[in-house]
T-cell receptor, first 115, second 113 residues
Framework: AQSVTQPDIHITVSEGASLELRCNYSYGATPYLFWYVQSPGQGLQLLLKYFSGDTLVQGIKGFEAEFKRSQSSFNLRKPSVHWSDAAEYFCAVGSLTGGGNKLTFGTGTQLKVEL | AAGVIQSPRHLIKEKRETATLKCYPIPRHDTVYWYQQGPGQDPQFLISFYEKMQSDKGSIPDRFSAQQFSDYHSELNMSSLELGDSALYFC????????????FGSGTRLTVV
């Protein structure tokens, strides 16, 4: 069965600093990987996704992620964090089921941005 | 652009009551997914429907049931509610042929008292 590990429960960075959120996955085949962001009490917004091809994926809001098969990782990065980036970030892996797919999420990383 | 609509946004029920959550997918999306997110938890897959048939089942209690109707909207029925059912319930939909083209709704926050 697939699983996702986000080793950092909380991360605090200063505004303008760079950010890297870690994600490790376990999946028996080529994974479909996602990063979502969730503000308090809100829904899940897709930041970016990786299916195949270029291992460096660009997303919205200036985020990018790099798929590293050898390390089973899909870390999320942003060169300069803005205060509005404070939220919870979930990494997820997709597994194909009959007629669709389901996502398995990591436990999330809460990002705090210091001004 | 149309989004996934969930109703109600908030729901308060007492223990042992019944609740019905509704999800209206984006037009022409044929697959609907339900997720449960407990306080401080990650979303957990409950159940999915493809073309009105159940396509997969996750950690959904037997007290819960769901279905997808002819207009593709879905309802999650929850009976004998327990305090532990208090959570944010998300619905998501995907279009034909795009298994990973998830769009999540804003969720229904269920509070059981």
């Amino acid at each position: 069965a697939q699983s996702v590990t986000q080793p950092d429960i909380h991360i605090t960075v200063s505004e303008g600093a760079s950010l890297e959120l870690r994600c490790n996955y376990s999946y028996g085949a080529t994974p479909y990987l996602f990063w979502y962001v969730q503000s308090p009490g809100q829904g899940l917004q897709l930041l970016l996704k990786y299916f195949s091809g270029d291992t460096l994926v660009q997303g919205i809001k200036g985020f990018e992620a790099e798929f590293k098969r050898s390390q089973s990782s899909f870390n999320l990065r942003k060169p300069s964090v803005h205060w509005s980036d404070a939220a919870e970030y979930f990494c997820a892996v997709g597994s194909l089921t009959g007629g669709g797919n389901k996502l398995t999420f990591g436990t999330g990383t809460q990002l705090k941005v210091e001004l | 652009a149309a989004g996934v609509i969930q109703s109600p946004r908030h729901l308060i029920k007492e223990k042992r009551e019944t609740a019905t959550l509704k999800c209206y997918p984006i037009p022409r999306h044929d697959t609907v997914y339900w997720y449960q997110q407990g306080p401080g938890q990650d979303p957990q897959f409950l159940i999915s429907f493809y073309e009105k048939m159940q396509s997969d089942k996750g950690s959904i209690p037997d007290r819960f049931s769901a279905q997808q109707f002819s207009d593709y909207h879905s309802e999650l029925n929850m009976s004998s509610l327990e305090l532990g059912d208090s959570a944010l319930y998300f619905c998501a939909s995907t279009p034909p042929g795009e298994n990973y083209g998830y769009t999540f709704g804003s969720g229904t926050r269920l509070t059981v008292v």
